[in-house]
Nanobody
Framework: VQLQASGGGLVQSGGSLRLSCVASGRTTFSSYVMGWFRQAPGKEREFVAAIIGSGGSTNYADSAKGRFTISRDNAKNTVYLQMNTLKPEDTAVYYC?????????????????WGQGTLVTVSS
């Protein structure tokens, strides 16, 4: 499966952005757990949120709870990350990832498929 993330940009603190990630290839999108991760300069890539294939279960990092919402549209092979009340510490390259599973995990090593990343910059 190939993943293409988009939607990043420059936003002021307190603003919102919606990231999108489109999956392509010979695959059944609804069979994949989809995740969002981020990597700030000089830091390790960290888990942000994930959603199971049906969309019926999600998981969030503590830093994302209450501000970010992950969702998916299986008809469009797309997963979204709505980010509200953005803070400067949210500045990072955001990556979408996929794993063939019904189990959500925050472990990046268990996601074999990755998109190219989209940069989110939050100014203070």
């Amino acid at each position: 499966v190939q993943l293409q993330a988009s939607g990043g940009g420059l936003v002021q603190s307190g603003g919102s952005l919606r990231l999108s990630c489109v999956a392509s290839g010979r695959t059944t999108f609804s069979s994949y757990v989809m995740g969002w991760f981020r990597q700030a300069p000089g830091k390790e890539r960290e888990f942000v949120a994930a959603i199971i294939g049906s969309g019926g279960s999600t998981n969030y990092a503590d830093s994302a709870k209450g501000r970010f919402t992950i969702s998916r549209d299986n008809a469009k092979n797309t997963v979204y990350l709505q980010m509200n009340t953005l803070k400067p510490e949210d500045t990072a390259v955001y990556y979408c990832a996929a794993r063939w599973s019904t189990v959500i995990t925050p472990s990046r090593t268990l996601y074999p498929y990755w998109g190219q990343g989209t940069l989110v910059t939050v100014s203070s």
